[in-house]
């Protein structure tokens, strides 16, 4: 089965700056990535995904990159602002489930 | 559109006794997955219902259960409860689901507390 691997599982950057959080997944057969934003008291929430056709997506200061041949993508978050502090989920679609990474946990201080 | 919506929204049981989780999709949605959540082992995938039919299941023991309604509202339930059942639990809904991948909206949880 799929096998996804997050990190770094913790990041502490400051306002304004980027963060990046890296994914990697086992199964070539894969072929829908998305990635979730879980605030605390929370369900996780969509926030952008990306299909294994397509290399790169971006939405506003959010952007997410699929290398399909190294088997790995990239959620990128530009001018990080305070509200941005929240656990990031990547996950990866292998025919029949979803398989979550551990979590990164973002702090953006002020 | 109404969100995903699951009940109740925290549950204290003790080992050995049952419980049974609600979820309602998004309107017009007709598949549900469950989903475990702990510190320890993350997100884990329970079980898809699409259609009132079981699709896909995760690697769970049978004492995890669930199904589907006809309104596409679903119920898990978890028998003989042990102090490793706490977790929250999580459902997501999707338009079609299973094999072709749509996006998945998850509901807040049910936080379930076993003592």
């Known amino acids: 089965g799929e096998n996804v691997e997050q990190h770094p599982s913790t990041l502490s950057v400051q306002e304004g700056d980027s963060a990046v959080i890296k994914c990697t997944y086992s199964d070539s057969a894969s072929n829908y990535f998305p990635w979730y934003k879980q605030e605390l008291g929370k369900g996780p929430q969509l926030i952008i995904d990306i299909r294994s056709n397509v290399g790169e997506k971006k939405d506003q200061r959010i952007a997410v990159t699929l290398n399909k041949t190294a088997k790995h993508f990239s959620l990128h978050i530009t001018e990080t602002q305070p509200e941005d502090s929240a656990v990031y989920f990547c996950?990866?679609?292998?025919?029949?489930?979803?398989?979550f990474g551990a979590g990164t946990r973002l702090t953006v201080k002020p | 559109k109404a969100g995903v919506t699951q009940t109740p929204r925290y549950l204290i049981k003790t080992r050995g006794q049952q419980v049974t989780l609600s979820c309602s999709p998004i309107?017009?949605?007709?598949?549900v997955s469950w989903y475990q959540q702990t510190p320890g082992q993350g997100l884990q995938f329970l079980f898809e219902?699409?259609?009132?039919?079981?699709?896909n299941k995760g690697n769970f023991p049978g004492r995890f259960s669930g199904r589907q309604f006809s309104n596409s509202r679903s119920e898990m339930n978890v028998s003989t409860l042990e102090l490793g059942d706490s977790a929250l639990y999580l459902c997501?809904?999707?338009?079609?689901?299973?094999?072709?991948?749509?996006?998945?909206?998850f509901g807040p949880g049910t936080r379930l507390t076993v003592l």
């Open positions: 309107s017009g949605h007709r598949s």
């Open positions: 996950a990866a679609f292998d025919r029949d489930d979803m398989r």
């Open positions: 997501a809904s999707s338009l079609a689901g299973g094999r072709a991948p749509n996006e998945q909206f």
């Open positions: 219902y699409f259609s009132e039919t079981q699709r």
